[in-house]
Nanobody, 125 residues
Framework: QVQLVESGGGLVQAGGSLRLSCAAS????????MAWFRQAPGKAREIVSS????????YYADSVKGRFTISRDNAKNTVDLEMDSLKPEDTAIYYC??????????????????WGQGTQVSVSS
């Protein structure tokens, strides 16, 4: 049974940093893209960042470019999201996800088959 477990969320002041981690178990995802999505209250879930299977190609939403950094460790089956210069508008539940198809780097959530339960990130002004 595949399971994704996020950790590292919390409350931080604007300008601060948090590091989210996601550990996958149940199968290896070394050839699948991994991603972080977020959903703010009253808003649709949106992609934040994704990383391809080699870790050499990444995607960032415009709203987080230059502030967030995604990384992965295929040996550990993990994906991390380093979030710096946090803003109140970054407040959301953050979800990690793994793409269903190998060797792709999708940005649409419909192409991600495995999801974590989410971790809350709250940024105060």
């Amino acid at each position: 049974q595949v399971q994704l477990v996020e950790s590292g969320g919390g409350l931080v002041q604007a300008g601060g940093s948090l590091r989210l981690s996601c550990a996958a178990s149940g199968r290896a995802f070394g050839i699948n893209a991994m991603a972080w999505f977020r959903q703010a209250p009253g808003k649709a879930r949106e992609i934040v960042s994704s990383i391809n299977w080699t870790g050499k190609t990444t995607y960032y939403a415009d709203s987080v470019k230059g502030r967030f950094t995604i990384s992965r460790d295929n040996a550990k089956n993990t994906v991390d999201l380093e979030m710096d210069s946090l803003k109140p508008e970054d407040t959301a539940i953050y979800y990690c996800a793994v793409a269903g198809a190998p060797f792709t780097l999708p940005v649409s959530q419909s192409e991600y088959d495995y999801w974590g339960q989410g971790t809350q990130v709250s940024v105060s002004s």
